[in-house]
């Protein structure tokens, strides 16, 4: 499911914590989890991510048909979702309601859209890195922990009824290969995955080592032998069919836009981005120079200042702990300037993993769950290298000193840490 579709459903599902609940948030909350569990069959892991534990053991649905079933089972939804708000007369349910249908009608015209242009590929090492790696995240009680076992045990066709996902995955792709006009991956996108594998391995034996469960290890030996096979035939009859150019077919960018909250003409969008980046580089020029005359340096152009500020690196063994130093910092200035309160709890800052690297190659928030929180809360993931970088290529992005200040309080407070928060702590 789309980001933001996912996170639009979740929201509504949020149970609130810490005040009491009122009728007709438990009427939103029942109609937004009939939403989840409906497509909690087909995409467990997904729904499982946000709270939902009745999921933990299941696996995605990539069985004959699954698009036709899937999409059925929206139909069914959304047809619920139109008779509820039909009847309903609380104009914050109804909203609610409103929420849910246009969520469920626009993954319906996704998946119309990608099964008419795009040949089915599946990233599946990601995929089973991102499943594992938040099932037995630490934030998680580790009576959950266990359920990762039976998803291994399905994910390699052990379990008795199920099909090793990786013959699922290339059956689904094989059975449209014969369609005209599909788009394949972008070359680029196909060579990252292939790439990354080794490291989303290692991400999932390192989630499980963490988890510290018995009697993974044969299993996920099982799963590595079968991975590697699924490259092999990635190579063998995926690579053949990778377009040569980024670019999607003009629907599916645009709806790419729409799922992630973006409903404008694409455009419309370059019309408004080209001229909102011409405004504001000439801010930022007008700032470049005030830093140079500040710093004495005699190159005040843009980019001059740009690479002079890059180059203010701070040493990798030092970094998490200069983030921390200016989240303190931050703070500081947030309460002596009365800008917003503050938890009285430190906000967390880790370091990424290899694995979470390559899977997100930028800093990131990590929500925590939002579905029968117990006081689980996000965390500001650190990304000091993108693994995928061809060469000797160094990515230095995020460990300069000018840019600790607006990543920490992007990712942090009063970012999106505090978003996360808020709905935790106030439902």
Do not use: C
């Amino acid at each position: 499911m789309p980001v933001l579709k996912q996170l639009a459903v979740t929201l509504v599902a949020v149970l609130s914590v810490g005040t009491a609940s009122a009728d007709w948030i438990e009427k939103s909350n029942d109609n937004a989890l009939l939403v989840l569990r409906g497509q909690g069959a087909f995409q467990p892991e997904t729904v499982s991510a946000v709270g939902l534990d009745e999921f933990d053991a299941e696996v995605v649905d990539l069985r004959d048909d699954y698009v036709v079933r899937e999409n059925a089972s929206d139909q069914a939804l959304l047809g619920e979702m139109r008779r509820r708000l039909l009847a309903e007369r609380d104009p914050r349910v109804r909203q609610d309601l409103e929420i849910l249908i246009q969520s469920l009608g626009d993954a319906i015209e996704t998946r119309r859209l990608y099964r008419k242009y795009m040949l089915p590929y599946f990233n599946l090492h990601g995929l089973l890195f991102g499943s594992f790696d938040a099932l037995l995240d630490p934030r998680n009680d580790s009576a959950r922990y266990p359920a990762a076992l039976q998803r291994l045990r399905k994910y390699t066709g052990s379990e008795p009824g199920y099909v090793p996902l990786v013959e699922l995955a290339k059956a689904r792709s094989s059975e449209r290969f014969t369609v005209e006009g599909l788009l394949g991956p972008y070359r680029g996108e196909l060579d990252k995955d292939l790439s990354d594998a080794p490291r989303y391995l290692a991400g999932i034996r390192a989630a499980f080592e963490r988890a510290e469960l018995a009697g993974w290890e044969e299993e996920l030996a099982v799963l590595a032998t079968q991975l590697a096979d699924y490259l092999d035939w990635l190579r063998r009859e995926m690579l053949p069919r990778v377009r040569p150019d980024h670019r999607l077919p003009a629907p599916v960018y645009a709806d790419n836009l729409k799922n992630f909250g973006v409903r404008a003409a694409p455009q419309e969008l370059i019309e408004q981005a080209q001229y909102a980046y011409q405004a504001i580089r000439s801010e930022m020029q007008a700032l470049g120079r005030r830093i140079a005359a500040q710093r004495g340096w005699d190159d005040d152009g843009l980019v001059a200042v740009l690479r002079r500020l890059k180059q203010e690196q701070i040493p990798q063994d030092e970094v998490l702990e200069v983030y921390r130093q200016r989240l303190r910092q931050i703070e500081e200035i947030i309460r002596r300037e009365d800008i917003v309160s503050l938890p009285q709890r430190d906000a967390a800052i880790r370091l990424a993993t290899e694995a979470e690297a390559a899977a997100s190659p930028a800093s990131f928030m990590r929500p925590p769950q939002l579905i029968d929180n117990t006081g689980q809360y996000g965390e500001f993931v650190l990304v000091q290298s993108n693994p995928s970088l061809p060469g000797d290529a160094r990515m230095d992005d995020w460990s300069h000193e000018a840019i600790t200040w607006a990543l920490t309080v992007h990712e942090t407070r009063p970012g999106h840490e505090l978003q996360f928060a808020s709905m935790v702590e106030n439902g």
